[in-house]
């Protein structure tokens, strides 16, 4: 079955833009989280969505948001960009939550000038 | 808050065993991983281990968990170039709280 898979790939944003990454799970798949990923810091959790419920929310600024369709599909947003956003963006689906095996997509790699 | 360390980079010769560790401060943890990332790719689930576990094994992994210590490893035998990649490890309580990750040990295979 096909897995997760994230677009666009790659993003080249300036600051102060607002940018938007959608993701679609795996087929079955209801819970959607996402993670940033940076050198620094690591992988982050933002944020997990689960029947077109946010879930669980990680310690990021109001400026990053997500929805989930009823598909199953979600988008996040980010609002007001700075050049510390540039990271890559790592969307997981997984059955129903992190109690199931989360399976990872490729990843957006955002770029803020 | 909970918090997941690891070294950030090992290097081992092709065919030796690698082992990379990893400590977490959250005593609650119930569930820990660990996630290959290829270049490129998303995070690839290795395997895990539930905190009532001292050790899996998995083929060529091996698991081994210290909770006293709150100590984790991952043992590769017959290390390969192709198992070089970052190994991050991750711990979450039970429910459906969200997986905590360390920074990554960047493994590097020398032929």
């Known amino acids: 079955k096909a897995g997760v898979t994230q677009t666009p790939r790659y993003l080249i944003k300036t600051r102060g833009q607002q940018v938007t990454l959608s993701c679609s799970p795996i087929s079955g798949h209801r819970s959607v989280s996402w993670y940033q990923q940076t050198p620094g810091q690591g992988l982050q959790f933002l944020f997990e969505?689960?029947?077109?419920?946010?879930?669980n929310k990680g310690n990021f600024p109001g400026r990053f948001s997500g929805r989930q369709f009823s598909n199953s599909r979600s988008e996040m947003n980010v609002s007001t960009l700075e050049l510390g956003d540039s990271a890559l963006y790592l969307c997981?689906?997984?059955?129903?939550?992190?109690?199931?095996?989360?399976?990872f997509g490729p990843g957006t790699r955002l770029t803020v000038l | 808050g909970e918090d997941v360390e690891q070294s950030l980079f090992l290097s081992v010769r092709e065919g030796d065993s690698s082992v990379i560790n990893c400590t977490y401060t959250?005593?609650?943890?119930?569930?820990l991983y660990w996630y290959k990332q290829e270049p490129g790719a998303g995070l690839q689930l290795l395997t895990y281990i539930f905190s009532n576990m001292d050790m899996k094994q998995d083929q060529r992994l091996t698991v081994l968990l210290n909770k006293k210590d709150k100590h984790l490893s991952l043992r590769i035998a017959d290390t390969q170039t192709g198992d070089s990649a970052i190994y991050f490890c991750a711990e979450r309580a039970s429910g459906n709280t969200p997986l905590v990750f360390g920074k990554g040990t960047r493994l590097s295979v020398i032929a």
């Open positions: 959250d005593s609650s943890s119930t569930y």
């Open positions: 969505y689960f029947s077109e419920t946010q879930r």
């Open positions: 997981a689906s997984s059955l129903a939550g992190p109690q199931n095996e989360q399976f």
